[in-house]
């Protein structure tokens, strides 16, 4: 079996760290076929090559908009090539729109929080749920296209996090004295709004870039470490404090974005999910 996983995401890791997770899942449980990205390049070293992947410039490319073009695309010719058994779609159904009715695959679209416009669509191609076999929530958002829903797909599972002392080991922190710590995996410049949301710590925090060339990727199997923590609000950052355990010493960061509201995530979303959302979707995924 092959699956094919398409994001178009370039700000953070989130997206990327999206198709980990999936991967992960379907390890889990048992998966023995194929899976590739399709998207654009990783802006972040350590993140790349953790996925097979085809890389496909998508963002400002006109020809995805274009009935006639985006079926000769790169990304069709490359999707097409692969021949997927699935195609998981992460968030941006727009540049498949003209190219899924030359798939042969079924296509689950996986939605989270973003805005009402999102599921509009632009002039000449407004939003269809017709062509996903299913579009499936992956946090608690309602909306009438919605055919399921999973707990939040996380990146980890708390038996694969790093024992406590991993991280002080990791940093060469001193024994005896607290950790706090700052992790980033968004746009540059939003760690100062990080140190300053820890306070007086903020200022001795370790910080874990992941635009560094030799960051510690996924951040999420070290952060049970910390003492403190300061993170953003994204999708990943959120679900993973929750799922594994260090949300209650974690000050949270509502940053800007436009297909996203953290601040909504931040206010509204408090509930600890039942199961890691990627090891459903590998159940559904091996069930046929």
């Not at 009715?101 to 929080?113: D, K, V």
Request: aromatic share 10%.
């Amino acid at each position: 079996m092959k699956i094919a996983y398409f994001t178009a995401g370039t700000v953070g890791a989130g997206h990327q760290v999206r198709g980990l997770a999936i991967r992960r899942g379907l390890a889990r449980s048992g998966f023995s076929g194929e899976f590739r990205a399709f998207g654009p390049e990783v802006p972040f070293p350590a993140a790349r090559g953790v996925l097979e992947r085809e890389v496909v410039s998508i963002e400002g490319d006109r020809i995805y908009q274009d009935r006639h073009l985006a079926p000769a695309s790169p990304l069709a010719e490359k999707l097409r090539a692969y021949a997927p058994d699935l195609l998981l779609v992460d968030l941006f159904w727009a540049p498949l729109y003209w190219i899924l009715p030359q798939l042969s695959c079924p296509a689950w679209l996986l939605l989270r929080l973003c805005p009402p416009v999102w599921l509009q669509g632009p002039q000449g191609m407004p939003f269809r749920p017709e062509p996903f076999e299913r579009i499936v929530a992956i946090e608690p958002i309602e909306h009438p296209v919605l055919t399921d829903r999973l707990d939040p797909i996380v990146v980890a599972n708390p038996e694969d996090c790093r024992p406590p002392h991993a991280l002080r080991d990791l940093l060469a922190h001193p024994a005896g004295r607290a950790l706090a710590v700052v992790a980033h995996a968004g746009k540059r410049g939003e760690i100062d709004s990080l140190r300053e949301a820890l306070g007086e710590d903020g200022s001795a925090a370790a910080v874990l870039d992941l635009f560094a060339e030799n960051a510690t990727f996924p951040a999420a199997e070290w952060l049970g470490g910390a003492d403190r923590i300061a993170l953003g609000a994204g999708y990943n950052s959120f679900w993973e404090a929750h799922w594994l355990g260090y949300a209650e010493r974690t000050a949270f960061v509502p940053f800007q974005r436009s297909i996203d509201d953290q601040a909504r995530r931040l206010r509204d979303f408090r509930s600890i999910p039942k199961e890691n959302g990627a090891d459903r979707l590998a159940r559904w995924i091996l069930a046929g």
